[in-house]
Every structure is written in structure tokens, then in C-alpha cells.
T-cell receptor, first 116, second 114 residues
Framework: GAVVSQHPSWVICKSGTSVKIECRSL??????MFWYRQFPKQSLMLMAT?????????EQGVEKDKFLINHASLTLSTLTVTSAHPEDSSFYIC????????????FGSGTRLTVV | AQSVTQPDIHITVSEGASLELRCNYS??????LFWYVQSPGQGLQLLLK??????LVQGIKGFEAEFKRSQSSFNLRKPSVHWSDAAEYFC????????????FGTGTSLTVIP
């Protein structure tokens, strides 16, 4: 079945540094991937849509200069949190849809980011 | 505007008891409806989905859900809950016309007591 791998699973970084999170579709090509953010005890909120070979589409209120998204290949999208601050601490999850159908998006296992 | 409502923030059931998690949606077009489960610190696992056809859909782990257009609902059910079912459950509606984006409900946390 379709598998989306996300790395790292958790990361701790110092305030002011940047962190890169990878999202890979392991057995299918994904022209579009999605990045979500989840605060504790809350639901997932879509941050941006990552498009292979073009600029990402950001949801209202999401700072594109802070959350850099690169979708350089059909199997990899990266989210870079730049100049991270403690309020960026959250659970970040990516998803992708295998080609050919809306079978339900496949989600990665998530990345727990803690900024200290 | 699209929205998903899960009225119950937290539910506690006894092991072996039946379960129903409620989900209501607001959507202008034909909805694609999904239920996901999330264990602590984990990603989301698809339980089941509805696109069209039979309004009662079967999923994994013994779950089922029924789409009721007249009530704009897609409630999740399980006849007999197991302790391992304790988790967070999210209902989501997908945009069938664009193929993009999910709108998630706020989730229902399920506790199972022995």
C-alpha cells in the first residue's frame, strides 16, 4: 500500500535556528503533498500545499518566509522552519495522495518539534 | 464554507460496549468523508472512507460508518470496543471537486475502561 515516510520523528532545536522536515512517498509519485500542523489536544490545520516543480500554496495566516517548502522531486517535499521560536513547537504532519484516486490521503507519522 | 463538527470532545466507554462517535459536516458539493485514528505521538491511520454508493461503509479494526445526507452526518460505530481502541479519532471531509485539502474536525478522544 501507499506509504508516506516522514523524518525526523522528533527534533529539539534552539531558538533562532532552522529545522528541516522531510516527507517522502515511498512507493508512489506525488505531485502534490500537504503539510499540516497540530497543536496539543487540537485538530490538524492545513498549512500549505506543496506542488512539485512550483511554488507552494500557503493557507491564510501561514508565514511563507518562515515555513519554507520545497518539492523538488515527485517523492520528496521538505518543510523548513526558519528562525524557530518556542511558539513554533508543534506536531507537523505531511500527507500525499497516491495517483489515480481519492483513496484517502496517506499521512506520515509526524514530526514533533520542540524549540527551546 | 466547509466545516466538520465532532460534538463530543471526549468519550469514555467500557471494554466490550458499543461505540458511536458523531460527525457532522457542512459542505457545498458532494463530500468525500473519512475517519482517521491517531494514537499518541503518531500519525493518522485511515479507518474508512465514503465517496459514493452504499451509505454504510466498513472499515478496518471492526469499525463502520453511515453516511446520512439528510442529517449531514457520518457517524462512526463499533459494536464492541477493545482497550486498544483508545485513541483520538478525527472525522474529515475532502474536496471531491478539487481533490485537494482536508477539513478536519476537532477530534474525539476515546478512553476505554476495563
Amino acid at each position: 500500500g501507499a506509504v508516506v515516510s516522514q523524518h525526523p520523528s522528533w527534533v529539539i532545536c534552539k531558538s533562532g535556528t532552522s529545522v528541516k522536515i522531510e516527507c517522502r512517498s515511498l512507493d508512489f509519485q506525488a505531485t502534490t503533498m500537504f503539510w499540516y500542523r497540530q497543536f496539543p489536544k487540537q485538530s490538524l490545520m492545513l498549512m500549505a500545499t506543496s506542488n512539485e516543480g512550483s511554488k507552494a500554496t500557503y493557507e491564510q495566516g501561514v508565514e511563507k518566509d518562515k515555513f519554507l517548502i520545497n518539492h523538488a522531486s515527485l517523492t520528496l517535499s521538505t518543510l523548513t522552519v526558519t528562525s524557530a521560536h518556542p511558539e513554533d513547537s508543534s506536531f507537523y504532519i505531511c500527507s500525499a495522495t497516491p495517483p489515480g484516486g481519492a483513496y484517502g490521503y496517506t499521512f506520515g507519522s509526524g514530526t514533533r518539534l520542540t524549540v527551546v | 464554507a466547509q466545516s466538520v463538527t465532532q460534538p463530543d470532545i471526549h468519550i469514555t466507554v467500557s471494554e466490550g460496549a458499543s461505540l458511536e462517535l458523531r460527525c457532522n459536516y457542512s459542505y457545498g458539493a458532494t463530500p468525500y468523508l473519512f475517519w482517521y485514528v491517531q494514537s499518541p505521538g503518531q500519525g493518522l491511520q485511515l479507518l474508512l472512507k465514503y465517496f459514493s454508493g452504499d451509505t454504510l461503509v466498513q472499515g478496518i479494526k471492526g469499525f463502520e460508518a453511515e453516511f446520512k445526507r439528510s442529517q449531514s452526518s457520518f457517524n462512526l460505530r463499533k459494536p464492541s470496543v477493545h482497550w486498544s481502541d483508545a485513541a483520538e479519532y478525527f472525522c474529515a471531509v475532502g474536496a471531491s471537486n478539487t481533490g485537494n485539502q482536508f477539513y478536519f474536525g476537532t477530534g474525539t478522544s476515546l478512553t476505554v475502561i476495563p
